[in-house]
Structures are given as structure tokens and as C-alpha cells.
């Protein structure tokens, strides 16, 4: 393993600076893939950027309208220990709490688990979900686009040179809507998704009709999906166990899986037919 230089910015004025001054860069939070990558060489950068350090990147809050903006680096510990959070986003609490250990929680955080791009990330299915947005800063300035569209492949995204993902923006959430996390692994001791899906279901006033749902499903393809068809075929409907079915059909033909030490390509797509129905069903318990 080569010396890598460690740098822990205090401002984005300065992370900017650090990723523009001509040496290759990684960012450091909570290290669980960044560490491990560069030990077996499966990555290599000059530098490491400790992003714990950035007062943009460590705060969190509401917006005025209900919605909540997340620093890209807060410790998923201190979103899972916030009460407000967990009663008024508790899909948001099913990822964080899954996210490696409990030591790990202490410094691992949304922007590290996005950023790493994995297709198997638990964080990304609750998130889009709930529809979140990213916000990104460069020294050029900042852009804001949807979740799912960050994504480019296995451990790949739109980040472009001197660019960082400051925010993750969780909009307000429609009333009478629910929303909730699942996931399959295959043993405790190997804490990677198998198959995750986020699943929210907006009911109208009556609670008798769906009038909105989002469905993300997570490992069965080279980048985390949005399966829009399957939400788009539940507006207007009665939430039922037929209705539930459909889009659980729906996501699943949209899944295209590899076989893998975790489990093979039919396990997925049926994991992806079963994790939908019940994340819908546990959606709408919430709603």
C-alpha cells in the first residue's frame, strides 16, 4: 500500500481547493469500503479527503415546508437517535439502522453510502422512495438532481472532477403516505443485500385509494432502479393484496440480476417479487 496524503478540509472553500490541486482523490467517511479498497489495491489516489470536518456536510435540519435536509456526512447514529426523524420519517430510520455495525454508524453517513455507488446500497432504495434530490457543490458552484439519476454503474456516478455530494434532500412527504425499507441478506455475517427495496404509498383523504407510489429496488442491476411502472400501476387503485401483486410483478420483470456468491439470478428476481409486496404492505401500515 503507497503513503496517501491525509487531508481534513474545515470548509468547502478548502475540500474544493484540495481536490483541484492535481492529485487524485478519495473521499474518507466512514472507511468501511474506501479502507479496504485501497489495502487490496483494488483502487489507488494520492490523497484521502476526511469530509468530517465541513460544518455544510456534519448539520441537518427541517425545511420550513417539512422537509429534511441531511448533511452528506452526519453519522447515521445521530439521524437514528433523533425522535422527530423516526416518527416522522421512519423509512428513513429502516436503512440507517442497517448500515454496518453500531461502531460504524458512529461515522459512517448517507453521502459515504451513495457516494460508494454500490448497487447493493441500503440507503439508496429508502431514499429515492421518498423521492430525495442530491444537492452537489463544486468550486463552479452547486447543482441539485433526483437520486436515482446519480447513479452511472457499479461503483460509478455523475460526481465530476472537483465535485462533492454536500446534501441529501428528503422533500416533503404527501399526507396519508407511508413509506418503508426491506431487505434480504444471506447470513448475518454477510451484511450485503441479497435484494433491497424502498416502497411509499400515498393514500387520499378516504384511505381507500392509492393516488401515488414510489418503488426502488436495490442489487438486481448495475445500478440501483426506480421502477416507476410499478408505482404508476397503482394509482387509482384499491390497496389490496391484487393490486400489491401487479406491481410486485412489475418491479421484478424489471430487475436484471447477475449470480453471485450472494444468490442466483432466479433467487433475485423472486426476492424482488416477494420484498416489493411486503414493503408495500409494510408502507401502508405506516400511511
Known amino acids: 500500500m503507497k503513503e496517501i496524503d491525509y487531508l481534513a478540509p474545515s470548509s468547502l472553500g478548502e475540500a474544493y481547493a484540495a481536490l483541484q490541486n492535481g492529485k487524485t482523490s478519495a473521499f474518507l467517511a466512514g472507511g468501511t469500503d474506501i479502507i479496504v479498497q485501497l489495502r487490496e489495491g483494488r483502487k489507488e489516489v494520492d490523497q484521502l479527503i476526511d469530509v468530517k470536518h465541513i460544518p455544510e456536510l456534519m448539520s ?5 415546508d ?15 437517535e433523533d425522535d422527530e426523524i423516526v416518527r416522522r420519517l421512519p423509512c428513513v430510520i429502516d436503512c440507517a439502522t442497517l448500515v454496518g455495525g453500531i461502531q460504524i454508524q458512529s461515522r459512517a453517513c448517507f453521502g459515504g453510502n451513495i457516494g460508494n455507488s454500490g448497487p447493493a446500497a441500503d440507503t439508496v432504495p429508502a431514499l429515492i422512495a421518498l423521492g430525495a434530490t ?64 424502498g416502497a411509499r404509498v400515498d393514500l387520499d383523504a378516504s384511505g381507500e ?68 409486496y411486503r414493503a408495500l404492505d409494510r408502507a401502508l401500515e405506516r400511511a
Not at 441537518?60 to 420550513?64: E, F, H, R, S, V
Not at 417539512?66 to 437514528?80: D, K, N, R, T
Request: hydrophobic fraction near 45%.
Open 134 to 197: 442530491l444537492t452537489l457543490g463544486s468550486a463552479g458552484g452547486t447543482r441539485e438532481l433526483a437520486l436515482e439519476d446519480f447513479f452511472t454503474g457499479p461503483g460509478q456516478n455523475v460526481l465530476g472532477p472537483g465535485e462533492l455530494i454536500i446534501t441529501i434532500n428528503i422533500p416533503p412527504q404527501p399526507a396519508n403516505s407511508g413509506a418503508f425499507f426491506h431487505r434480504f441478506i444471506p447470513r448475518n455475517e454477510m451484511d450485503i443485500a441479497v435484494v433491497n427495496v
Open 60 to 64: 441537518y435540519g427541517w425545511t420550513d
Open 209 to 276: 385509494r392509492i393516488e401515488g407510489a414510489r418503488i426502488s429496488v436495490g442489487a438486481v442491476a448495475p445500478v440501483p432502479l426506480f421502477v416507476a411502472e410499478a408505482g404508476d400501476a397503482l394509482v387509482g387503485e384499491t390497496p389490496t393484496e391484487d393490486s400489491f401483486g401487479r406491481a410486485a410483478d412489475i418491479a421484478a420483470a424489471a430487475a436484471t440480476p447477475i449470480t453471485d456468491m450472494r444468490g442466483s439470478i432466479a433467487q433475485r428476481v423472486h426476492l424482488t417479487r416477494v420484498l416489493t
Open 66 to 80: 417539512g422537509g429534511l435536509v441531511i448533511g452528506a456526512s452526519v453519522p447515521f447514529a445521530e439521524i437514528y
